[in-house]
């Protein structure tokens, strides 16, 4: 029996995923929706049988007083629901990006804090598979207990040409930053989760395709508390050789002192110990929802924490700390010198 009542506001490409999730996870029941254009609210409510459709988000909070809301909308709507849900006293998973600057996402974390409602940000990379698989296996230590290096590479091919982004998500194409603030920071973040606090960053960022508004190619450099080193390449540009690049959206190289992790485009992992051939690592991952159903992996980590009153991994104090670095890389890119993150 489902012991929590939510809400969702947003009905856009990526909030299908999410819809869908849910319906999976058996303590949740949705009961209502929001969005302003109708045809797209019908496609939501027949597709996963919401009960409900509101013109009015504030309406549907008062009205159908959930537990929680998921928020699905574009960024500059964030801080203004997540305060109409705060004062309500309604639980928020929020989308990503979390606003459009850094001020308005302290913004959300402050007043969501002194409302004293529980706050998640719907960052979904650190719970794809692969990603907890690798992290299980650094804490076991299995290739050692110092991280020497991360380096991922992604060719998304899906920006070039005169039509990029339009058939999914043409909004991109305005964004005066993209692919860092899109998509940068998950990778961000996921660097966090596997290898700790970052502390200085150094920034490459370009824009290839003369259509769109903001960077599509980045090359970062972080350097760690711990003292390893991240690499990030990335272009949205070019294309990768798999035939669906946005299942990990691309290739990961972790070395530690006692040998190498790596994971490939089709989501296997390896491990290779230092002086011993690369060998499969077997572990269980499906091309489920989106990327290896992190969707439902997220949502079901809100889920769990709303039980036992625990921590959001995703909460907005860590959050901002995800978002501090992403300033850095901006700000390393326009000044071309390493910056410093002090939280």
């Known amino acids: 029996m489902a012991q929590f009542k939510g809400v969702c506001v947003g009905a856009g490409y990526f909030s299908h995923f999410q819809y869908e999730a849910w319906r999976r996870i058996p303590e949740v029941t949705i009961t209502a929706m929001c969005n302003r254009d109708a045809a797209r609210a019908k496609a939501i409510l027949d597709k996963f049988d919401v009960p409900r459709h509101y013109m009015d988000y504030r309406e549907m909070l008062e009205k159908e007083k959930p537990d929680f809301v998921d928020i699905i909308t574009p960024p500059p709507t964030h801080l203004e629901m997540c305060k109409v849900a705060a004062d309500l006293g309604v639980a928020v998973i929020c989308q990503k990006p979390l606003a459009p600057t850094f001020e308005e996402a302290r913004q959300i974390v402050e007043y969501t804090d002194k409302a ?30 110092k991280i020497h290096s991360i380096y991922f590479r992604s060719r998304m091919g899906d920006g070039w040409g005169d039509e990029a982004y339009l058939n999914r998500q043409p909004y991109f194409r305005d964004y005066p930053r993209l692919l860092v603030y899109e998509n940068g920071v998950h990778f961000i973040d996921t660097y966090r989760y596997l290898a700790g606090e970052i502390r200085q960053v150094y920034a490459v960022l370009k824009k290839l395709n003369p259509v769109i508004v903001g960077e599509d190619y980045a090359a970062v450099v972080f350097g760690f508390e711990s003292g390893a080193v991240g690499l990030w390449d990335a272009n949205r540009y070019n294309e990768c050789n798999y035939p669906k690049p946005r299942y990990t959206f691309g290739e990961l190289l972790l070395d530690a002192n006692a040998g190498s992790i790596r994971l490939y485009l089709d989501g296997r992992l390896t491990i290779q110990p230092l002086g011993e051939k690369e060998r499969t690592h077997d572990y269980h991952h499906e091309d489920r929802n989106f990327s290896g159903d992190c969707c439902y992996t997220t949502q079901r980590h809100f889920i769990d924490r709303l039980l036992d009153g625990q921590p959001f991994e995703t909460n907005g104090h860590e959050y901002l700390k995800t978002l501090a670095v992403q300033e850095a890389v901006y700000e390393s890119a326009a000044k071309n010198v390493p910056i410093t993150i002090t939280h």
């Open 116 to 145: 004293g409602v529980r706050f998640m940000v719907h960052e979904n990379w650190r719970f794809q598979p692969w990603y907890r698989e690798m992290k299980r296996l650094l804490d076991a230590h299995v290739v050692g207990d």
